[in-house]
């Protein structure tokens, strides 16, 4: 991904006042992927930048006033104005930055706002999903349908084309005091007749194991075209998806990307403890999502 998301597209790269986040918009100019805009207070800005020998000439740095839902409004202002296609989070709490976008006046669009993480894994043959992890807390059924609807849109556009979907949970069984089992039913039954986006396939619920493996699969005589193979784990809610993507970074090595979907231009929600390749890796699929579809 970061070899083909080079691209001259204005990323807004939101109240930047950490050395991570300035070493993240050195890495992206160094490798070509887009042109970073910095928003937010300059003098503090070139400060940090200073103490740590770090030179901002020829970066457009907006001048907002210290005040991190300030920077975020002005973000969001020059998304609206076309002079962004694309925003990451500097170093301000997700729910500064989310409270302007999701606002009534902020960049929110027809879809359910979501968000997809890309794994790389050692251990596994290509490119994984997991949605949503950070998100959608709680989703019913319908609501998992629509981040289903985004992640797949987006996997698309990736180039991962055919995807294959394994809705996850505890067991294989359907088991009516386990919502996320007759969640995963009610939506493979509704992709049959309707599906939620062509040459795809849905199947669950899965244990994670028979997800994975094809031979876990086998021996609990599961017959699937899914098993052992998915672009994509539903997960049944955020508590879910959030220690498995923690369990990936952190007792599997897996390096990732991930990005918020559903508003009116991708958005990189980085994390502290984010290495810079990650956060490098999360800009290379927002430019990817936010190239227009000719080129």
């Known amino acids: 991904m970061i070899n083909d998301a080079k691209s001259e597209l204005p990323l807004g790269v939101v109240y930047p006042l950490s050395i991570p986040a300035l070493e993240t918009v050195f890495e992206l100019i160094k490798r070509q992927l887009c042109i970073p805009i910095l928003i937010g207070p300059k003098d503090l800005i070139h400060k940090l930048a200073e103490s740590k020998d770090l030179s901002l000439i020829g970066i457009e740095i907006v001048d907002t006033p210290n005040d991190p839902i300030e920077a975020t409004k002005k973000a969001v202002q020059m998304v609206k104005e076309g002079k962004l296609l694309a925003l990451m989070k500097g170093s301000l709490h997700t729910e500064d930055l989310m409270g302007s976008i999701v606002s009534r006046d902020g960049l929110r669009t027809a879809n359910r706002i979501s968000h997809l993480f890309l794994f790389e894994l050692a251990r596994y043959h290509k490119l994984i999903g997991v949605s949503d992890a950070v998100v959608n ?29 394994a809705i996850i949970a505890a067991t294989e069984v359907i088991n009516p005091a386990m919502q996320s089992t007759t969640d995963a039913k009610e939506i493979v039954d509704a992709h049959q007749i309707n599906p939620i986006f062509p040459d795809t396939i849905i199947e669950g619920p899965f244990g994670f194991d028979n997800a994975i493996s094809l031979e876990s699969a086998k021996i609990k005589g599961i017959d699937s075209q899914v098993a052992g193979d998915p672009d994509l784990l539903l997960v049944p809610d955020l508590q879910v998806g959030n ?53």
């Open 137 to 165: 807390i709680a989703p019913n059924a319908a609501l998992k349908r629509e981040i289903l609807s985004n992640s797949l849109n987006a996997l698309n556009k990736l180039g991962i084309q055919n995807a294959k979907v």
């Open 243 to 295: 220690i498995l993507y923690k369990s990936f970074i952190y007792m599997a090595s897996a390096e990732c990307a991930g990005a918020i979907l559903g508003a009116q231009v991708p958005i990189i929600l980085t994390s502290r403890s984010d290495s810079v390749f990650s956060r490098v890796a999360s800009t290379a699929m927002a430019i990817l999502l936010a190239k227009p579809s000719n080129h």
